[in-house]
Structures are given as C-alpha cells and as structure tokens.
C-alpha cells in the first residue's frame, strides 16, 4: 500500500519532469530569453516600491485586531480630544520631544549651575523656528503653553526646588519627570535628583508643522555643546518611526557582500580540476537565476499593492542561501515544504510576519519556476558544452582525459564502468570514513549522550524565554533614541503608566448608593494590584465631586438621578483639574466615564506582561460583582503590549499547524509511516533547540524571530525528510549499511547547503539594527541544528528503528543522488537519467 500511494504521485511527477527536461534541452535558448523577459517585466513593479513601502511601528508589530486597539475605538467616541491639553487623558501618545538631563558624573542635578544649563537649553528649544515658533504649535492648557512643572517652580521662585511637598502638589511630576530622587528621612527636604525630564507637547491638529519643527528639534539637540556641567539625552514622537525607516539604508551595501559570497562559494562547489567538468558558468547563473526570483516575485507583488514591510528586505538573503541549499536534494519537495510553511505564517496577526511570508513564499516559487527553466537551460547547454569536451572558459575542444588528473589542456575524463564522473574527495569522506566511523558502537552512545545534553540545554533556555519586541530595538545600534531609552530605564522605572479605567456602561447608576459601593470595590480591587500602589488614590472625577458635593453641602445618600445630574453639570463647569474631559455627558445622560490608576515598578517586558493580563483580569473581575461594572482598561502603550497576549499562542499555533502540515507531506512522500513520525519529531526537537538556544543568545519571542520559527519548519523537513527517505530506499541489508548509504548520498549535499545558507546571512550578523542581527542568529540556529540532525542524529535513531529494515529495498524511486557531486546541480532540477544535452532526447 506503501509502495503503490508513494509511486502514485512521484511516478507521474518524474515523468512529467523527464518530458519538461528534454523540452528545456531541445529549446534551451527560448527558455533562457522567456525567463530573462518574464523577470524584467514583472520587475517593473518596483517602480511601486517608494508608494507601497510600510514601515509603521504600529501597523506592523502590533497585532491587526489587538484588543487595545478596539479599546482605543471606543475611548476616541465617547472622549474626543479637548482643546484644553492634558497629558493624562491622551488616547495616543501624543506630539512631542523629549529632553532627559542627567549629571555628567551621575551626580545631584539640583543645583544652581546645573539648573543654569537646563534653564538655557530649555530656552534654546522653545526659540527653534522652522516656519512657526513653538508657541504658535505647543499644546495649550488655559491658553498658555503646557510646559514642565519643575521649571515652573523655578520660574516663579527664582531658586532649585529642593522641598518634595512642593513637587507633590504639582500633578505629582517628581514621579514622572524626576528621577534618582532621595529624601531626607523623617522630612520633606530633598537631598538628590539624578535626572530631570522634560517634554515640550505640540497641538497633534498640526501635523506637518510639527514635523519640521521636531526636526528643527532634533537638529539643534544633535549639535548642541553648550551644556557645561549635564549630559542630555533627546527623543521624539517621530523618533523611532524614523529610526526604523533608517534601517533599510543600513542593510542595503550588505546585498553586494552577500551576492559576491553567494557566487564565491557556488563557483567553488562547482569548480573541478578537470577543466571540462567545471562548472562555473552553471555557479553564476545559479546567483543570477536567484536574483531574478527576487525581481520577478517582489515586482509581481507590488504591482498587485502588497505592502512592502521592512522584514521582507531580509527575504533575498534567504532566496539566496534557499537556491543552492537546493543543489543535492529535490526542489520540488523542498519547494512544497518551504512554500507551505511560509504561507501558514500567513496566519499570524502581525503585519511585518504576513508581508514576509508573503513576499518570501512568492519568491521561492519563482525560484522554482526559474530553475526548472532558465537554469534547467543553462544546464542544458552546458552539458552541450562537456559533450563536446570543450573547455569551461573558452569554450574550445580540448583532448580527452583518460584519467582523473585532469589539467588546463586536456579534461572531459569518466569512470568508463559506471559512466559517470569520478568520485570526489567529498564523497570518498562520508562513505568511506564518516558513515563508518558514525556507526559504531561506541559513537553512537556518545551521540545519544550528546542529544540528551542538547536537548536538556534547550529544554531549559526555553524556561528563559523573554516575550515582546522591545521597541529601542528598532533604531539601529549607537542611536540617540538607545541612549534615551536607556536613561528612561534606569531613572524612570520605578513607575508605569497612568492606566484609565473606562466605564462603558451608560445604564450605570452613578447617583445610586449600591452602584457607588461596587465602583469603590472595583477600585479597590486595582489599588491592591502588586503593579499598583494603594497609597496613590486614583484620579476620579466622581470621588471629586464627592467631594465638592459635600463642601457645598449636597446629601448624597438622599440625591436622585435628577439631583445628581444637575449638580454634576455644576460641577463639570467649575472644574480646573480637567474632570470634565472624563465624563461623556451629554443629553442629560452618562454615556461614559473614565478614572485613572497608576501603575507600579514596570522595568522588564515580564512585568509590562504581568500588567497587561492583571489590569484586563481585574476589570474582568469587576463586571462579575453583585452591581456590576462594566469597564476597560487602557493606556496607549497597551497598543505595543498587546504583543504579549498573542505572540506565544500565535507561535505555538503556526508551529503545530505546520509540523502537522510537513507530516501529511512526509506520509506522501516518505514510503515509511514510521519513519514520517521521525521526520516530524526532528522538526520538534530543531524547534525547540532554536527556541531554546535563542532565549539564551539573548533573543525575545516576538514578531522577527516568529518569522525564523516559522522558517525553522521548512528546512528542519529539507535535512530531515531526505535523509530519512534515502535510509529507507536503501538496498542494503543492514540498518547500518543503509545509514552509511544514506550518509554517502546526503551528506555532502547537506554541509554544502548548511554553508551556502549560513554564507548568505552571515553578513546580517554585522548590521546595526536588531531586526538583522535577530534574522542571522536564529538562521544561523536553525541551520547548524537542521544539518546535525541530518549528518548526525537522524542517522543513528534510524539504526535503531527496525520497522524501516525491509518496507522498500525494492523501491527504485530515490531521491536525486548527489553521490557524484560534479552532477548536483543537474539533478537539482530533476531532469533525470538525461543531460538533455541531445536534443533527440526520448
């Protein structure tokens, strides 16, 4: 049954790719023409490229349909933006720039001649015109210009603010524009403040004035020497936007590296002494046929308006490794694999992982297709070539070799019994040396050893395992926007954000007395968070007009709906504190209403997660009390931590998804039910090895290395699968002959493949942005573990496995056998058992 479901389909495939391969050779220049023409019409597509990049941190790293973006919706409705600016309240994070100013020696910063500098740059800022001066563009709260509160205190003193009971009553700013703060035990009196922090909020309703004026910003802080005794770090509202798009510049002079790399190791692999049997032109137009891929699938794609993310320019790194990883085995199996497991990362929320796998998957399908026929013909004409014995370079007939010297004079020599090349030193190496050594006893306990060591080191790293992309890592290494960030973590830690508490719910009784209890409950609940602090009341707009209810002497107790409402409006209307922006009354009805909390000691991702998920349990909590409270927590920043709540699932998930895909293809493909399980558990044990190994290279779980995992699959099945399917081809009798078998037709193929594919995202290991550097390390991961589990695991757990003896020594359809390597490339594109070199080919 085996034998007849395998033959099924690889039968008809083979003969359908004999007839394509006497085509390719009897026309080999009509394919050549057809394929160039096909890649530069397509290619025109790029001429769309400027217009559909997309490089929008929050449209391509935040999860599509995240839940805080739906929370945002229906804060934006029911609280629209005032015209009275209140930094509190902001539904994003606002227009602004930022200023961090710390000693130079990390040393008190609240001193006069400290304050002497800050006070000038501050004054150097709101002077910056580009057009318009910053009082024509700031953020305006009773029609004067939001400005920081410590510099009001000095302003209206003239001396440094050295009492907190002051900074207190100022919005409590020491919490967030103050830090490295010490108190004097027992008092109010400050002995140091490490840092201050300033922002300069701009009117968000002027868009594009605020761009030129935030790079006038930027200009000035970038040059600026005048500070004499601070050190300042500078960041934008627009910062890190532009930083990433800065990226893309820093890739770009990597692409020359890595295609000379590319066309250096393929003309090595491809060269022979024999001057006949080598095969440099078939190298080059390898890097080329490759090449077209990218232009012909990007072009494509971008006439039909696929956003073109940021991730995708790591995509002809990969094109490039994928073509001559490629070389030794089948490329329409490994094509089907790699295909697949892209087009389920289609799956994922994030919009960088989906232009990725687009853009990707679409690329290695043209590869195919150029293979099997731009290349199919350059191989075609290059077996013209050494039929006619002529030399590689100059394309002159040259004397028949009789040995395997070779020379620059003489070549064209085969082994006259076999009718093929001569064995390469390669070859020789894995049947006579490795596959024996590899098989033995002995060596094959350590190796088991050796896989339990490896597998407890992954096990563990996976423990280690961090979640989220933390957003400094989208500027590129040595960026201002690092040296902010860095500052905020170690001065600005100690609090989180202000998190608003919606209550959604227009049905709710706010007059009722019950109601008012629950809400005090629910409130209470937040208070007593670990990522809270219950001595900082939150910011209610109701226990404020409590409070102002019982100045004036109103009964609470004793007030209805109609009283309580009339009195609110008085309220509303005599409240400096901005409460009226917190309350959607209108109509003479409570549609909505929203408080404030803040949170705690938010250093890590960890405990930006732990926020996230605690807040949303606690609210959750809250519509279960006996009076329900129907609320939403939200803050702008739940937008990026968002990531946490989707990023394992949707890992997880894609994962199993594609194991379970690979395993229905391996069943297809592989005449051993058995022997598929095993393909299938050499992907999980590679992916939980680069998922280990990568928590402990220091490498987050987030929307990048979600790409790499999901590539993992792909090629776990290229070195797996393969190998496995050459072990129970074998005709050999013993289960160590067949490994020894299956080494001597794989082994070569799957170290030039590990190599060709690691040389052509190595150069990533030296880019300055963490997108890049994130890309090599886990590609380098997947490859190093995919090529042992090939060479070295795989063949001994198959030794083991007796079930695989016998099933199919009668099986004639193997894989492509790269035992003579000089014919690699020929195989690769499936025209068998001919060169195609004639074109009477049958």
Same mark, same amino acid.
């Given at each position: 049954?085996?034998?007849?479901?395998?033959?099924?389909?690889?039968?008809?495939?083979?003969?359908?790719?004999?007839?394509?391969?006497?085509?390719?050779?009897?026309?080999?220049?009509?394919?050549?023409?057809?394929?160039?023409?096909?890649?530069?019409?397509?290619?025109?597509?790029?001429?769309?490229?400027?217009?559909?990049?997309?490089?929008?941190?929050?449209?391509?790293?935040?999860?599509?349909? &995240?839940? /805080?973006? +739906?929370?945002?919706?229906?804060?934006?409705? *029911?609280?629209?933006?005032?015209?009275?600016?209140?930094?509190?309240?902001?539904?994003?994070?606002?227009?602004?720039?930022?200023?961090? @100013?710390?000693? =130079?020696? &990390?040393?008190? @910063?609240?001193?006069? /001649?400290?304050?002497?500098?800050?006070?000038?740059?501050?004054?150097?800022?709101?002077?910056?015109?580009?057009? *318009?001066?910053?009082?024509?563009?700031?953020?305006?709260?009773?029609?004067?210009?939001?400005?920081?509160?410590?510099?009001?205190?000095?302003?209206?003193?003239?001396?440094?603010?050295?009492?907190?009971?002051?900074?207190?009553?100022?919005?409590?700013?020491?919490? %967030?524009?103050?830090?490295? #703060?010490?108190?004097?035990?027992?008092?109010?009196?400050?002995?140091?403040?490490?840092?201050?922090?300033?922002?300069?909020?701009?009117?968000?309703?002027?868009?594009?004035?605020?761009?030129?004026?935030?790079?006038?910003?930027?200009?000035?802080?970038?040059?600026?020497?005048?500070?004499?005794?601070?050190?300042?770090?500078?960041?934008?509202?627009?910062?890190?936007?532009?930083?990433?798009?800065?990226?893309?510049?820093?890739?770009?002079?990597?692409?020359?590296?890595?295609?000379?790399?590319?066309?250096?190791?393929?003309?090595?692999?491809?060269?022979?002494?024999?001057?006949?049997?080598?095969?440099?032109?078939?190298?080059?137009?390898?890097?080329?046929?490759?090449?077209?891929?990218?232009?012909?699938?990007?072009? =494509?794609?971008?006439?039909?308006?696929?956003?073109?993310?940021?991730?995708?320019?790591?995509?002809?790194?990969?094109?490039?490794?994928?073509?001559?990883?490629?070389?030794?085995?089948?490329?329409?199996?490994?094509?089907?694999?790699?295909?697949?497991?892209?087009?389920? &990362? +289609?799956?994922?929320?994030?919009?960088?992982?989906?232009?990725?796998?687009?853009?990707?998957?679409?690329?290695?399908?043209?590869?195919?297709?150029?293979?099997?026929?731009?290349?199919?013909?350059?191989?075609?004409?290059?077996?013209?070539?050494?039929?006619?014995?002529?030399?590689?370079?100059?394309?002159?007939?040259?004397?028949?070799?009789?040995?395997?010297?070779?020379?620059?004079?003489?070549?064209?020599?085969?082994?006259?019994?076999?009718?093929?090349?001569?064995?390469?030193?390669?070859?020789?190496?894995?049947?006579?040396?490795?596959?024996?050594?590899? %098989?033995?006893?002995?060596?094959?306990?350590?190796?088991?050893?050796?896989?339990?060591?490896?597998?407890?080191?992954?096990?563990?790293?996976?423990?280690?395992?961090?979640?989220?992309?933390?957003?400094? $890592?989208?500027?590129?290494? &040595?960026?201002?926007?690092?040296?902010?960030?860095?500052?905020?973590?170690?001065?600005?830690?100690?609090?989180?954000?202000?998190?608003?508490?919606?209550?959604?719910?227009?049905?709710?009784?706010?007059?009722?007395?019950?109601?008012?209890?629950?809400?005090?409950?629910?409130?209470?609940?937040?208070?007593?968070?670990?990522?809270? $602090?219950?001595?900082?009341?939150?910011?209610?707009? +109701?226990?404020?007009?409590?409070?102002?209810?019982?100045?004036?002497?109103? $009964?609470?107790?004793?007030?209805?709906?109609?009283?309580?409402?009339? *009195?609110?409006?008085?309220?509303?209307?005599?409240? @400096?504190?901005?409460?009226?922006?917190?309350?959607?009354?209108?109509?003479?009805?409570?549609?909505?209403?929203?408080?404030?909390?803040?949170?705690?000691?938010?250093?890590?991702?960890?405990?930006?997660?732990?926020?996230?998920?605690?807040?949303?349990?606690?609210?959750?909590?809250?519509?279960?009390?006996?009076?329900? #409270?129907?609320?939403?927590?939200?803050?702008?920043?739940?937008?990026?931590?968002?990531?946490?709540?989707?990023?394992?699932?949707?890992?997880?998930?894609?994962?199993?998804?594609?194991?379970?895909?690979?395993?229905?293809?391996?069943?297809?493909?592989?005449?051993?039910?058995?022997?598929? =399980?095993?393909?299938?558990?050499?992907?999980?044990?590679?992916?939980?090895?680069?998922?280990?190994?990568?928590?402990?290279?220091?490498?987050?779980?987030?929307?990048?290395?979600?790409?790499? =995992?999901?590539?993992?699959?792909?090629?776990?099945?290229?070195?797996?699968?393969?190998?496995?399917?050459?072990?129970?081809?074998?005709?050999?009798?013993?289960?160590?002959?067949?490994? @020894?078998?299956?080494?001597?037709?794989?082994?070569?193929?799957?170290?030039?493949?590990?190599?060709?594919?690691?040389?052509?995202?190595?150069?990533?290991?030296?880019?300055?942005?963490?997108?890049?550097?994130?890309?090599?390390?886990?590609?380098?991961?997947?490859? +190093?573990?995919?090529?042992?589990?090939?060479?070295?695991?795989?063949?001994?757990?198959?030794?083991?496995?007796?079930?695989?003896?016998?099933?199919?020594?009668?099986?004639?359809?193997?894989?492509?056998?790269?035992?003579?390597?000089?014919?690699?490339?020929?195989?690769?594109? #499936?025209?068998?058992?001919?060169?195609?070199?004639?074109?009477?080919?049958?």
């Amino acid at each position: 049954m085996a034998k007849c479901k395998t033959d099924c389909i690889e039968r008809p495939l083979s003969l359908a790719f004999e007839k394509l391969g006497c085509v390719v050779g009897r026309h080999p220049y009509v394919f050549i023409i057809g394929s160039l023409y096909v890649a530069a019409a397509l290619g025109a597509g790029f001429i769309f490229l400027q217009e559909m990049e997309a490089n929008d941190i929050e449209d391509q790293f935040t999860p599509v349909n &995240g839940r /805080a973006k +739906l929370e945002r919706a229906i804060v934006v409705e *029911n609280f629209p933006q005032s015209e009275e600016f209140s930094e509190l309240r902001l539904s994003s994070e606002g227009t602004y720039a930022s200023l961090i @100013i710390t000693g =130079l020696q &990390g040393e008190n @910063i609240l001193t006069e /001649a400290a304050f002497n500098d800050i006070i000038e740059l501050d004054r150097q800022v709101k002077s910056i015109t580009t057009g *318009n001066t910053f009082e024509n563009l700031c953020a305006k709260s009773n029609g004067k210009c939001v400005s920081s509160a410590i510099l009001d205190i000095y302003n209206d003193t003239k001396k440094v603010p050295l009492n907190i009971t002051n900074l207190m009553n100022n919005d409590m700013f020491w919490e %967030t524009t103050t830090g490295g #703060v010490e108190i004097k035990p027992n008092t109010s009196e400050l002995t140091s403040v490490k840092a201050v922090r300033l922002f300069y909020f701009l009117d968000e309703m002027k868009t594009k004035e605020n761009s030129y004026w935030l790079d006038g910003f930027l200009k000035l802080i970038s040059n600026y020497t005048e500070q004499k005794t601070v050190h300042v770090s500078y960041f934008t509202s627009i910062s890190r936007q532009s930083e990433l798009e800065t990226n893309s510049d820093s890739i770009i002079p990597l692409f020359s590296v890595t295609y000379i790399l590319a066309i250096t190791i393929s003309i090595m692999s491809c060269m022979r002494l024999d001057c006949v049997r080598s095969k440099v032109w078939v190298a080059a137009f390898g890097v080329v046929s490759a090449g077209m891929a990218v232009l012909a699938s990007f072009g =494509l794609l971008l006439f039909c308006g696929m956003p073109f993310g940021m991730t995708v320019e790591t995509a002809p790194f990969l094109i490039l490794a994928e073509t001559y990883k490629e070389a030794g085995v089948s490329i329409t199996i490994t094509t089907l694999t790699d295909v697949l497991a892209f087009y389920i &990362g +289609l799956m994922t929320p994030f919009r960088s992982v989906q232009s990725f796998c687009m853009y990707t998957s679409t690329a290695l399908l043209f590869c195919y297709i150029f293979n099997i026929t731009f290349f199919g013909a350059c191989l075609a004409l290059n077996g013209r070539r050494e039929k006619g014995n002529r030399h590689w370079l100059t394309c002159m007939e040259v004397p028949q070799a009789t040995g395997d010297g070779g020379g620059c004079c003489v070549g064209g020599a085969y082994d006259e019994k076999t009718h093929k090349e001569f064995e390469m030193p390669m070859d020789s190496f894995f049947k006579h040396y490795y596959g024996p050594f590899l %098989t033995r006893a002995w060596v094959k306990t350590i190796v088991c050893l050796i896989y339990a060591g490896y597998l407890s080191v992954s096990i563990f790293g996976c423990f280690q395992m961090q979640e989220g992309l933390d957003v400094k $890592n989208l500027a590129t290494d &040595g960026s201002y926007v690092g040296s902010y960030y860095d500052k905020e973590d170690e001065y600005f830690s100690a609090f989180g954000p202000n998190v608003m508490l919606v209550i959604k719910d227009e049905n709710f009784q706010y007059w009722n007395l019950t109601a008012r209890e629950s809400l005090d409950l629910c409130l209470e609940k937040f208070q007593n968070l670990t990522v809270a $602090n219950s001595s900082i009341s939150p910011v209610s707009w +109701l226990s404020a007009y409590m409070q102002f209810g019982q100045n004036a002497g109103f $009964n609470f107790s004793l007030m209805d709906e109609t009283q309580f409402k009339s *009195n609110l409006t008085a309220f509303l209307n005599q409240s @400096i504190q901005g409460f009226s922006q917190d309350v959607n009354f209108t109509e003479g009805q409570i549609h909505a209403s929203r408080m404030f909390i803040q949170a705690v000691n938010i250093r890590t991702a960890i405990d930006e997660k732990n926020m996230l998920d605690t807040f949303r349990e606690t609210a959750e909590k809250c519509g279960k009390l006996q009076t329900p #409270v129907d609320l939403i927590v939200y803050h702008p920043t739940f937008i990026y931590f968002d990531q946490y709540a989707v990023i394992v699932e949707n890992t997880i998930q894609n994962i199993v998804v594609a194991t379970c895909a690979m395993l229905v293809i391996s069943l297809l493909l592989i005449p051993n039910p058995l022997c598929s =399980l095993w393909v299938t558990f050499a992907i999980a044990s590679v992916i939980v090895g680069v998922a280990g190994f990568m928590a402990l290279w220091d490498v987050s779980l987030d929307a990048v290395s979600m790409i790499i =995992l999901v590539v993992c699959i792909g090629f776990s099945v290229d070195f797996s699968a393969h190998i496995s399917y050459a072990f129970v081809s074998s005709e050999k009798s013993s289960a160590n002959e067949k490994a @020894i078998d299956a080494i001597n037709k794989l082994g070569y193929p799957i170290i030039q493949g590990a190599v060709s594919t690691i040389a052509g995202v190595v150069v990533l290991a030296a880019a300055k942005s963490y997108i890049f550097r994130t890309f090599f390390k886990i590609m380098f991961l997947v490859i +190093l573990f995919g090529a042992a589990h090939g060479i070295i695991f795989i063949p001994v757990f198959l030794t083991f496995l007796g079930a695989c003896r016998n099933s199919q020594e009668k099986n004639k359809q193997h894989l492509p056998e790269p035992s003579d390597t000089s014919q690699h490339q020929v195989k690769a594109v #499936v025209i068998q058992n001919v060169w195609c070199a004639d074109p009477d080919c049958p």
